[in-house]
């Protein structure tokens, strides 16, 4: 069997078309733009893409967007000073703190002085007790991303075995957390589980979540399973002439494809829902500020 591959892609670019289409309503009928600010300390070139790319992509569903580069040496007064102004700000309605920020800064503390409603990352401890106490929470993107494609591949997850590799704050426990609103059976396996093989084999639902490049290979794979590749990683590729690179998954694509019922391909599978999912947020943090009702298919 091969499995279906999960297009990431037009998935995002069809979250990307509902959001635009709610934000057009939204300034239509109510008169409000939703915005975003990203925040970018240091010259980072990795986050420097990633932050365009938001800004890009913020301004092509219509909303707007709000962008502050800061220099590498800024101080944990400033920076606080910064979150303070965005958090008072009406036409923001979603902040991001891109991280990592350079050492001296307190990712932690800074991340917690960002008001909770308007904290799209969903990483503000008051999200994250939100989401594992069931209450309406933000919800951390990349996780999100991962419960629209499962929920497309599957409808219900109710009753099902999942297995998320790796327990990051950012991608492991909030997906796992997701897995279990939605009436998973969740085991969460990491670098010290003993026999993980076999823990993956019993997985109706695999995420790897690890930013190890292929690690996962296909006979650790339970037939059938739904297999979502979180990792991103480059590695090099000689083959495609000297000094070229590739991007891989966390799970070795070529021996999983053959065995699993449905995964995600690295590029194109995860990696586009991401920041979707950011624009979804936004959306919807700008809708519960507001109190309107907020867009339907694109929350946790
Ligand atoms: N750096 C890498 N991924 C992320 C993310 O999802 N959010 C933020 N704020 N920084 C990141």
Not at 168 to 185: E, F, H, W, Y
Request: proline share 7%; hydrophobic share 45%.
């Amino acid at each position: 069997m091969t499995a279906r591959i999960i297009d990431g892609k037009a998935f995002a670019a069809d979250v990307r078309a509902r959001v635009a289409d709610h934000v057009a309503r939204l300034k239509e009928e109510q008169g409000i733009t939703p915005g975003l600010a990203v925040v970018l300390v240091g010259d980072d070139p990795a986050s420097q893409v990633y932050v365009r790319s938001k800004g890009k992509q913020t301004v092509e569903v219509g909303m707007a967007s709000f962008e502050h580069g800061l220099p590498a040496d800024t101080s944990e007064e400033e920076l606080l000073k910064l979150v303070a102004e965005l958090n008072a700000d009406p036409a923001v309605h979603g902040i991001l703190v891109q991280l990592p920020l350079p050492p001296h800064l307190d990712e932690a503390l800074v991340i917690n002085a960002i008001s909770p409603e308007k904290d799209v990352d969903g990483f503000h401890i008051s999200n994250v007790g939100k989401l594992a106490t069931g209450q309406k929470a933000m919800v951390p993107c990349t996780p999100l991303g991962c419960l629209m494609l499962l929920r497309d591949v599957h409808g219900s997850l109710s009753g099902l075995d999942a297995v998320v590799v790796g327990r990051s704050n950012i991608v492991g426990k909030p997906m796992a957390q997701l897995l279990l609103r939605d009436s998973c059976t969740v085991t969460i396996a990491h670098s010290r589980t003993r026999n993980l093989p076999e823990v993956c084999r019993r997985a109706e639902i695999l995420v790897a979540a690890v930013g190890r490049p292929e690690m996962i290979p296909g006979d650790w794979i339970r037939p059938g399973a739904t297999v979502i590749d979180v990792g991103i990683n480059r590695v090099p590729a000689p083959e495609r002439g000297e000094g070229k690179s590739r991007l891989v998954g966390d799970v070795h694509f070529e021996s999983a494809v053959e065995v699993a019922g449905a995964i995600t391909p690295v590029p194109g599978g995860v990696g586009p829902m991401t920041i979707a999912c950011l624009l979804a947020n936004t959306l919807t943090a700008c809708c519960r500020i507001h109190g309107l009702p907020e867009p339907e298919g694109l929350t946790a």
